[in-house]
C-alpha cells in the first residue's frame, strides 16, 4: 500500500516539473532586452544619438580650420593625415567612423524599415508609424548624403552615370552584399527616400535630435545644392522659410559666456531645425585648432558672429562653438542656411535684389543694432561673392565647407587651391584634385568587396 | 569472489593498571587475499618516533604503554590504524588489505551519482583533502594548480590574480570557457571565493565526454566538482588549522618603463615643437607636468635657463616607483584559522565548521577578510529507509579596497616618473592630476574646496567597501525502496548578496573635484553649490538566487554474483535571478547617514570645462537577469563479472535563450563508454603488473552561449548618457536564424596501471577532442552596420596526452620517498573559421583565429632589421628590406604571416618529491611549461610622440649609425606614424619561447601523534611558494607566465593542524 503512494508521490512530483516548463523557459534572459517590433522600440532605436553624427573628415581637410606644428603634433594619426590630404589616410587602423557611423545609421534604419514592414497591416497608430517611416528615410538619406559627400566624386559634372557613389543598401539583411552604386543612383535614392518622408511626416518633431517634415524639405534644399540643382534647391529653402524663418537674434545673446549659442536639445534655439553634429575626435575638440585668419579677418566690426563664434587664442582664434551649444561642431539643419540657400540660388537666377533681401534678412539678426547697414549688391557677380562671403561667414566649421570646395572648383567658379604648411613641408590641393574623394576604409574594400577610390 | 573483509584481530582486551609501564608486544602481519605473511611492513606508534619493519616471516614486536595507536603501511596495501590491546601476551594478528581492492572502494563522485572506480569508463582526477590542503590558500580553486594533468591555470592578463582555468584545452572561442563548477551535487553560480578550502573534502575534475556528459550543455569545458566535508559514523572528532602567510611586496621594476631623465628630455623635445600649445592654450586647464611648467617659466621669462635645468636635473634623478614601492605596497599578510567538529552513529551524523581568513593585501588600504560556517547533518529513519541529509553553508567575504592602484595624470596616461609621493622629510606630497598647478591654486583664491591630489592622503578619504555573503541550504530525501531501488528528491536554495560600497568623504580628491565642478562662482564670487558639500556615498547592491531542484530514481541491482546494472534517471530544473541596483548619495553625512537631494535632471556647465554641461551624475542603475534551465538526464552502467563495463548516458537541456523559438532551446546530448580490466581476466598473470585496466569512452558535451539570439534584440538604455536625454536602444545582436548550440565531442582512450605491487601506479589518457559548432566573431564588412558578428561559425580539433605516475621510489623504516609526475600534451587548431579577418586582427589576436592554427597563436611580421642610416625599422618588400611602411604592410597576407606556435604551452605538467624521514616530511612541486610563446613589449613611439612616456626600451634605442648592430630598438621618428610602431612591435625580434622550468613551492612538515592532552595528531608546517624560474628559454629578464604585469612575489607560509 505505502509502495502505492510512493509511487503516486513521484509521478506527481515529475509532472509538476515538466508542467510549468512553457512558461518556465519563456522568461526573459535579461530585462532590458528588446526584440524590435514595436513602434516605440522603432522610436527607442532612432532616438540613439548616434543617429545624428556626420563623418569628421571633410571638415578637417577643408579650409575653415588650421593647426600650427605644435598643434598638428598633438592631432591623432587620422587626423594628421586627412588634414595634410595624404593618400594613406588609415594607417591600416581598422576602425574609421567617418564610413562605419553613417553605416550604423543606415542599418538601424533598414531594422525599423524592415520592421515596419511586417507590422503596418496590424499596426493601428497609423500616425505614430507614418512619422517612424519618415524619420527613418530621413534618416537613412541623411547618411547616404554624408558619406557621398567624403568618398564619392562631386555631383554635377554630368558624367554621374559612370562614376561610383556608394553602396545603397536597403534591407537589414547583412548576409546581403552590395556593391557601389553608381553616382546618380545614388543620389537619385536620397532625394526619392526624402521625397516620400515629406509625404509621410505629419508635423514637426517633438525633439530637435528628432527629424521632421521641415527637416526633410531642409535636407533636401541642402542635398540639391550640392547636386548644383539650384531650381530645386532654392524651391525646398522657400517652402521650409515659408512655414518657419525664425532667426536668433545676437543682440540679446551674451558673447562674453563660454558657449553663448543655446544648445537646441536642452534649451530653445528656434533656429534649428534638426539637431545633428561632426564626430567629435581630436580635431573638433581641440584648442590648437584655429580658425583660418583670411576668414577671420573678413568678419566686420559690428558683426556679433566673431564673438559668438570664436575666442581669442593667442595670435588667432579658435571655435567656441556654434549651434550645438556645446564642444561638438554643429552640422544640423537651421534656419540661416535655409535663408543663405535661397539668397544664393536668387543670384544665380539673376534675382539679385530679392536675393540681397534675404541675405539682410539673416544680417540684420547678426550685427549690433544700428551698426548693421544692409548689403547691396551691383550686379549678378557681386550678389552671388557676397552671399558666398556671408555663407562662409555664417557657416563656418558646420561640415558643409568642403561640399561647397567641391562644387565650386567642379563648376568653374573661383576655383580654390587649398594649401598647409607643416613642419617646414608645404602640401596643396589643387582643384578637382583626386584627393577630395577619401579612400574607402580597407575592411570595406577587403571584406565586402568594394572598389577603391583611387588618390 | 576474491573479496575479502577486513579482519582485524585485536586481543587484550583486559584493562591493565599498571599501563604507565613499558611493554612489549608482538604480532604477525598477513595479506588478506593469501594469508601469507608480510615482510617489511612500517610499523608506527602515534606520537612517537618509533618506527619498526616486520621481519620475513611478517612478524613484528614493539615497545610500548599500550593502548597506543598503531599505523600498518606496506605498499600496494591500505594503510591500517589500530589501536594496541594493554597485555603484551595476547600477539596481534593484522590482515592488510592489497591496494587494488583499496582502489576498488574509491568511488568517483560526478555530482549525480557515485560509481566505484572500477566502473568508471571516463576520465576523471581526483584529489582529497590532504593534498588540497598542501597548498596554503584562501581559494579552492588555486589548490588545484599543479596538482591535475591537463588542468592549466592561464595568466595573461591585466592583474596577477585573474587567471583562467582550462581542462585539456579550449574548446570554445566566444563563448565562457570557465569549466563548470559543481559544489554539492549543484552547479555553483556564486563566488568561489566564499568556498573556504579547509571545508572541502575532496575535487573530482570530469574530464572526457562519459564523465562530464551527464552535465550536459554546460560540461563543454570540463567540470570540477566539489565536495564538501560531512559528518561521519564514530567518536567526535575536532580538527583545526591555523596559518599565517608572508608575501613579498611585488617588484616594481618589473615592467620597464622610460626613465625620468629620458622622459623629461622628450618632453624638451615636444616643448620645443609647441606640443603643449594645445593644452597650455586650453580653455579646459589642462595639466602640465612639473618640468613642462618649469619650461613655460622659462620661455615666459619668469626663471633663468639655469634655474629651468636645475630643476629639470633634480627631477630627474626621482623615480616615482620607489615610492609607489614603500608606501603604497607592502609585504602582505594572511592569516587563516578553521576548526571543524564531526561525529556521529549509524543513524545520524553531523558536521561542523568555522573558518577566519584575513588578508592584507599587498597594496596598501587593500585587505580582506572571510567568515565561513557550514553545518550538515545526515538522519536514517524507517528502518535506514529514508535518509534525511540537510547541510548549511554561510561565507561573509568584507573587503576594503582603499589603494588608489595606478596613478594617473591627465585621463589615462601613466603618472609621470619623476612625481614624488613624500618630500625628503617624510611629508606626503601633491602629485597633478587633472588641472594646471595655477588653476588648482586659483580656485583655493575663489574659496572652493581645496583642488589638490594627495595620494597618500586620499587613501581611506574615498572608502571603498566590498563584500558578499552566501546562504546556501542544501536538503536531500533520499528513500530506499529495497536493495536496488531508490528515490532521491533534492533541492537548492543559494542566495548571494554582494555590495560595493564607496563613501567618499568630503575629504576626498572625489567629492572635492565633483564638488567643485559643480560649483557656480557668480560675478560677485558667491558660490553656488549644486552639489553639496558633504560626502558623496555610491552604492551597489546585487542580489542573486537560485533555486535548484532534481527528482532521481538510483537502481543498482547484482544477480548472479557477475551481473551489476547501476543506472539513474531523474529531471533538474535551475532558477537563478540575478539583480544590481546603484545609486549615488550627496551631500552625505556619516556620522548621521543622512543625504541632501540634488537636482539630477538639470545639466550645470562644469567649473574646470567651461562651456561643458553636465547633469550630476546619479549612479542610478538596475539590471534583473534570469537564467533557467530545464534538464533531463540518465546513466547506465552495465558490468560483467567486474571486467566488462559498458556505459552509456544522456542528457537533454533547455534554457531560456532570448528570442529563440521553443524547439531550439534544447540540445541532446549523449555519450557511450566501455572498460575492459584485463587484470582481473584468468588469465593475466604478471609478475610486474598487478593492475591493468583499459577505458575507453565517446560522446558530446556542449556549451552554452546566452549571449545571441535568432532574432534582432536591442538593448535599452535609459538616455541619461544621450545629449537629446531621450531614452534609446543599441543594437546589441544583428539576427541569426541558424543558431544552434555549441558541442564538444571527445573521444578518450585511458589506461590505468599497477607495477610492482602497486608500488608504481599511474593513468594514461589518450583523447580527441573538437568543438563543432563553436560560435565566433565573424568580421563583417563595416558597410553593412556591424563590425563583427557572432555565429557558429568554428570547428576546433584537438588532441593530447594526460599521464599521471605515483612512484615510490625509497621505503624503508625511517626514509620514504615518493615522486608524483603529472604530464600533459595538448594541440589544437582551429580546423574551419567561417571568416578570414584582416592581418592586424591575427596579431593583435582580435578575437578571431586563423584557420589550421591553435585559438590563441602568436604571429608576426618578417624583421629585416634596422636601417644603418636612420635606425627606422625594416619589413621586407618582395623579399627586399624595405620602409615603404604603407606597402610593407599591405604586402603582408594571413598566407605570409610569421607562425612561432601557441601562446598556451602544450607541453606542461609538474614532478611532485616527498621526502619522509621520520616525522619530517619535505615536499617540492616543480612546474614546467613548453612549446610556446610571447611578445615582449618594447617602445611605442606614437605614445613617446604624444607624451604618454613609454617602455624602457627608450634607452636602448638607435640612436647612431652602428647602433643597428647592438639594438633592435627603432630610433625615435619624428612624426606619428602607425605602421612603423606596428611593423617593429608586431615583428619577429620581439617573439620569445615561452619554455621554462618554475620551483612552484616547498613544503616542509613535522608530524606528530600524541595523546597528551587528547590531541590526537599534530602537524606544524612551513610552505614556500612563487620561488622563482630554475631555467627558461628566454634571455630577457622576463618571467613568460608573466609578461606584462609583475610576478607574485616570494611568500612563506607556517601553520599547524590539530586533531583531537
Known amino acids: 500500500m505505502i509502495k502505492k503512494y510512493t509511487q503516486l508521490l513521484i509521478g506527481i512530483c515529475l509532472l509538476s516539473l515538466f508542467a510549468c516548463q512553457k512558461d518556465f523557459l519563456d522568461k526573459k534572459p535579461n530585462k532590458a532586452l528588446l526584440i524590435p517590433q514595436k513602434l516605440a522600440d522603432f522610436q527607442a532605436l532612432l532616438d540613439n544619438i548616434t543617429m545624428n553624427r556626420v563623418p569628421d573628415l571633410q571638415h578637417i581637410a577643408a579650409d575653415d580650420c588650421f593647426v600650427d606644428d605644435g598643434g598638428f603634433s598633438s592631432l591623432d594619426i587620422i587626423s594628421q593625415n586627412a588634414y595634410i590630404w595624404s593618400q594613406d589616410t588609415y594607417q591600416n587602423i581598422p576602425i574609421i567612423s567617418g564610413w562605419n557611423t553613417p553605416y550604423s545609421q543606415v542599418f538601424y534604419c533598414n531594422i525599423v524599415l524592415d520592421g515596419l514592414e511586417k507590422i503596418k497591416d496590424t499596426e493601428t497608430d497609423k500616425v505614430g508609424m507614418g512619422q517612424i517611416h519618415a524619420s527613418a528615410l530621413f534618416y537613412r538619406a541623411f547618411a547616404f548624403f554624408n558619406l557621398l559627400q567624403v568618398f564619392a566624386a562631386p555631383y554635377g559634372g554630368g558624367n554621374e552615370n559612370s562614376l561610383l557613389g556608394v553602396p545603397i543598401r536597403l534591407s537589414a539583411d547583412v548576409n546581403e552584399v552590395v556593391p557601389r552604386s553608381n553616382l546618380k543612383e545614388s543620389y537619385d535614392l536620397v532625394v526619392k527616400d526624402l521625397e516620400r518622408s515629406i509625404e509621410l511626416f505629419s508635423t514637426g518633431g517633438s525633439a530637435k535630435s528628432r527629424p521632421s517634415k521641415a527637416a526633410a524639405q531642409a535636407l533636401l534644399a541642402r542635398v540639391y545644392l550640392a547636386m548644383s540643382n539650384y531650381k530645386m534647391s532654392k524651391q525646398y529653402a522657400s517652402i521650409v522659410l515659408a512655414s518657419n524663418e525664425k532667426l536668433l537674434d545676437y543682440n540679446l545673446l551674451d558673447s562674453t559666456s563660454t558657449r553663448p549659442l543655446p544648445n537646441p536639445l536642452l534649451a530653445v534655439n528656434d533656429e534649428v531645425i534638426f539637431y545633428a553634429t561632426i564626430l567629435d575626435l581630436t580635431f573638433t575638440g581641440s584648442s590648437v585648432v584655429c580658425i583660418d585668419s583670411s576668414l577671420t579677418a573678413s568678419y566686420g566690426n559690428g558683426d556679433l558672429r566673431k564673438p559668438m563664434f570664436f575666442r581669442k587664442n593667442g595670435k588667432y582664434w579658435s571655435m567656441k562653438g556654434n549651434y550645438s551649444g556645446a564642444r561638438q561642431y554643429f552640422n544640423g539643419l537651421a534656419t540661416d542656411e535655409m535663408i543663405l540657400i535661397q539668397a544664393e540660388c536668387l543670384a544665380r537666377e539673376g534675382a539679385v535684389e530679392e536675393a540681397m533681401a534675404n541675405l539682410n534678412k539673416l544680417l540684420v539678426k547678426r550685427w549690433k543694432k544700428n551698426q548693421f547697414v544692409p548689403l547691396t549688391a551691383i550686379n549678378q557677380k557681386d550678389a552671388l561673392s557676397k552671399i558666398l562671403a556671408e555663407r562662409r561667414k555664417e557657416l563656418v566649421c558646420r561640415g558643409l565647407r568642403w561640399s561647397d570646395l567641391r562644387r565650386f572648383n567642379l563648376i568653374n567658379e573661383d576655383k580654390i587651391t587649398m594649401k598647409r604648411n607643416i613642419l617646414n613641408k608645404e602640401y596643396q590641393l589643387l582643384p578637382n584634385d583626386k584627393r577630395y574623394v577619401f579612400a574607402i576604409p580597407n575592411d570595406a574594400v577587403i571584406l565586402g568587396g568594394l572598389i577603391q577610390n583611387e588618390r | ?1060
Open chain 2, 1 to 1060: 569472489m576474491k573479496n575479502s573483509l577486513i579482519i582485524i584481530l585485536l586481543v587484550g582486551l583486559f584493562q591493565s593498571a599498571i599501563a604507565q609501564k613499558t611493554m612489549v608486544f608482538n604480532g604477525t602481519v598477513k595479506s588478506a587475499t593469501t594469508k601469507l605473511p608480510l615482510n617489511e611492513v612500517n610499523v608506527a606508534i602515534a606520537g612517537s618516533q618509533q618506527v619498526i619493519v616486520t621481519d620475513n616471516s611478517g612478524r613484528f614486536s614493539i615497545s610500548s604503554l599500550g593502548n597506543e595507536w598503531l599505523t600498518f603501511t606496506h605498499f600496494g596495501y591500505k594503510s591500517l590504524t589500530v589501536r594496541l590491546g594493554t597485555d603484551p601476551n595476547m600477539p596481534m594478528q593484522i590482515e592488510m588489505v592489497e591496494t587494488e581492492q583499496q582502489l576498488q572502494e574509491v568511488v568517483v563522485n560526478s555530482g549525480y551519482q557515485q560509481i566505484p572506480k572500477h566502473r568508471v569508463t571516463g576520465s576523471y582526477s581526483q584529489l582529497n583533502n590532504q593534498l588540497l590542503t598542501r597548498k596554503v590558500s584562501s581559494n579552492i580553486l588555486q589548490s588545484l594548480e599543479d596538482m591535475v594533468p591537463g588542468l592549466a591555470f592561464n595568466r595573461s592578463g591585466s592583474s596577477v590574480d585573474r587567471y583562467s582555468i582550462s581542462i585539456r584545452g579550449t574548446a570554445t572561442i566566444n563563448s565562457s570557457n570557465n569549466p563548470l563548477i559543481v559544489i554539492d551535487n549543484f552547479p555553483y553560480d556564486g563566488d568561489i571565493t566564499s568556498i573556504n578550502p579547509n571545508d572541502v573534502e575532496t575535487i573530482t575534475i570530469l574530464k572526457d565526454a562519459s564523465a562530464a556528459s551527464i552535465w550536459g550543455a554546460r560540461a563543454g569545458n570540463g567540470v570540477i566538482v566539489i565536495t564538501t566535508k560531512k559528518g561521519m559514523n564514530g567518536e567526535p572528532i575536532v580538527s583545526t588549522t591555523a596559518n599565517y602567510t608572508i608575501g613579498e611586496r611585488p617588484n616594481l621594476f618589473y615592467n620597464s618603463r622610460m626613465n625620468s631623465g629620458d622622459y623629461i628630455d622628450v618632453e624638451k623635445m615636444l616643448f620645443g615643437k609647441g606640443y603643449y600649445n594645445a593644452a597650455i592654450s586650453s580653455i579646459n586647464n589642462q595639466p602640465l607636468t612639473p618640468a613642462v611648467e618649469l619650461m613655460l617659466a622659462h620661455k615666459n621669462g619668469k626663471i633663468s635657463e639655469s634655474e629651468m635645468n636645475q630643476g629639470l636635473d633634480a627631477l630627474k634623478k626621482i623615480d616615482l616607483r620607489n615610492d609607489l614601492s614603500s608606501y603604497l605596497n607592502r609585504n602582505n599578510v594572511s592569516q587563516q584559522y578553521a576548526v571543524n567538529l564531526k561525529g556521529g552513529s549509524i543513524s545520524n551524523n553531523y558536521f561542523l565548521s568555522f573558518g577566519y581568513d584575513g588578508e592584507l593585501a599587498n597594496l596598501v588600504g587593500n585587505e580582506n577578510k572571510r567568515i565561513t560556517l557550514n553545518a550538515a547533518t545526515n538522519y536514517l529513519f524507517f528502518k535506514n529507509k529514508l535518509e534525511l541529509s540537510n547541510s548549511f553553508n554561510y561565507s561573509n567575504n568584507n573587503g576594503q579596497l582603499n589603494n588608489p592602484g595606478n596613478l594617473y595624470f591627465s585621463g589615462a596616461t601613466e603618472l609621470y616618473p619623476y612625481a614624488r609621493l613624500v618630500d625628503d622629510h617624510g611629508n606626503t606630497q601633491n602629485v597633478i592630476k587633472n588641472y594646471r598647478a595655477s588653476f588648482v591654486e586659483s580656485a583655493t583664491q575663489k574659496k572652493l574646496l581645496s583642488w589638490n591630489y594627495n595620494p597618500l592622503d586620499n587613501i581611506g578619504l574615498s572608502d571603498r567597501n566590498t563584500g558578499q555573503q552566501e546562504y546556501r541550504f542544501n536538503t536531500g530525501l533520499k528513500y530506499k525502496w529495497n536493495q536496488d531501488l531508490n528515490f532521491e528528491l533534492r533541492y537548492q536554495f543559494n542566495r548571494n548578496d554582494t555590495h560595493d560600497y564607496t563613501l567618499n568623504s568630503e575629504k576626498s580628491y572625489y567629492a572635492r573635484n565633483l564638488i567643485n565642478n559643480f560649483t557656480q562662482v557668480a560675478a560677485d564670487g558667491k558660490l553656488t553649490y549644486n552639489v553639496p558639500i558633504g560626502g558623496i556615498y555610491e552604492k551597489t547592491m546585487g542580489k542573486l538566487e537560485g533555486h535548484y531542484a532534481r527528482a532521481q530514481l538510483n537502481y543498482n541491482k547484482t544477480w548472479n554474483d557477475i551481473n551489476n546494472i547501476t543506472g539513474i534517471i531523474g529531471t533538474e530544473i535551475k532558477d537563478l535571478t540575478t539583480i544590481t541596483n546603484s545609486y549615488n548619495l550627496y551631500g552625505y553625512d556619516s556620522e548621521h547617514a543622512t543625504s541632501r537631494d540634488v537636482d539630477y535632471l538639470t545639466p550645470f556647465e562644469q567649473l574646470a570645462y567651461p562651456g561643458l554641461l553636465v547633469s550630476v551624475p546619479s549612479g542610478v542603475s538596475s539590471t534583473e537577469l534570469s537564467e533557467r534551465y530545464l534538464s533531463y538526464f540518465t546513466n547506465i552502467v552495465y558490468s560483467y563479472k567486474n571486467r566488462y563495463t559498458f556505459s552509456g548516458s544522456a542528457r537533454l537541456d533547455q534554457s531560456n535563450l532570448f528570442g529563440v523559438d521553443y524547439n531550439q532551446k534544447g540540445v541532446p546530448l549523449y555519450s557511450l563508454g566501455a572498460a575492459w580490466n584485463i587484470s582481473s581476466e584468468p588469465f593475466f598473470k604478471s609478475k610486474v603488473v598487478n593492475h591493468l585496466n583499459l577505458r575507453s569512452s565517446f560522446g558530446y558535451n556542449g556549451n552554452v552561449n546566452r549571449s545571441l539570439s535568432a532574432y534582432t534584440t536591442a538593448r535599452y538604455s535609459n538616455g541619461s548618457t544621450s545629449a537629446s536625454l531621450l531614452p534609446f536602444a543599441v543594437v546589441e545582436n544583428p539576427p541569426n536564424p541558424s543558431l544552434r548550440w555549441e558541442r564538444v565531442k571527445i573521444i578518450n582512450l585511458g589506461v590505468d596501471f599497477g607495477l610492482f605491487s602497486s608500488r608504481i601506479n599511474g593513468t594514461i589518457d589518450i583523447y580527441r577532442k573538437n568543438g563543432i559548432d563553436l560560435i565566433g566573431a565573424i568580421p563583417f564588412d563595416p558597410t553593412t552596420g556591424i563590425k563583427t558578428f557572432n555565429g557558429n561559425t568554428a570547428n576546433t580539433k584537438g588532441h593530447g596526452i594526460d599521464l599521471s605516475i605515483n612512484s615510490n621510489n625509497i621505503v624503508s623504516a625511517s626514509f620514504i620517498w615518493n615522486t608524483n609526475l603529472l604530464m600533459a600534451f595538448n594541440r589544437e587548431k582551429v580546423s574551419y573559421y567561417g571568416a578570414n579577418a584582416t592581418v592586424d586582427s591575427y596579431l593583435q589576436f582580435a578575437g578571431i583565429p586563423k584557420t589550421g592554427f591553435p585559438i590563441f597563436s602568436v604571429y608576426s611580421y618578417d624583421w629585416a632589421g634596422l636601417d644603418p642610416l636612420t635606425g627606422d625599422p625594416r619589413g621586407y618588400l618582395d623579399g627586399v628590406p624595405s620602409k615603404d611602411y604603407a606597402k610593407v604592410i599591405s604586402g603582408i597576407t594571413p598566407e605570409n604571416l610569421i607562425f612561432h606556435g601557441s601562446l598556451r604551452p602544450d607541453f606542461f605538467g609538474t614532478i611532485r618529491n616527498s621526502f619522509t624521514f621520520k616525522n619530517f616530511t619535505l615536499s617540492a612541486n616543480i612546474s614546467y611549461k613548453f612549446g610556446h610563446y610571447f611578445r615582449r613589449q618594447s617602445i611605442r613611439y606614437n605614445n613617446v610622440l604624444t607624451a604618454k612616456g613609454g617602455h624602457g626600451d627608450y634607452s636602448l634605442r638607435w640612436q647612431k649609425a652602428g647602433d643597428e648592430l647592438i639594438t633592435s630598438v627603432p630610433s625615435m621618428p619624428t612624426a606619428l606614424n602607425n605602421s612603423r610602431d606596428n611593423l617593429y612591435l608586431y615583428s619577429s625580434v620581439l617573439v620569445e619561447k615561452g619554455d621554462h622550468i618554475r620551483l612552484a613551492d616547498v613544503r616542509f612538515s613535522y608530524a606528530v601523534k600524541k595523546t597528551l592532552l587528547g590531541v590526537k595528531n599534530l602537524e606544524l608546517y612551513a610552505y614556500a611558494s612563487n620561488l622563482g624560474i630554475i631555467w627558461k628559454a628566454t634571455k630577457f629578464a622576463i618571467d613568460p607566465e608573466y609578461f606584462n604585469i609583475a610576478p607574485l612575489g616570494k611568500s612563506i607560509a607556517m601553520g599547524l593542524k590539530l586533531n583531537f
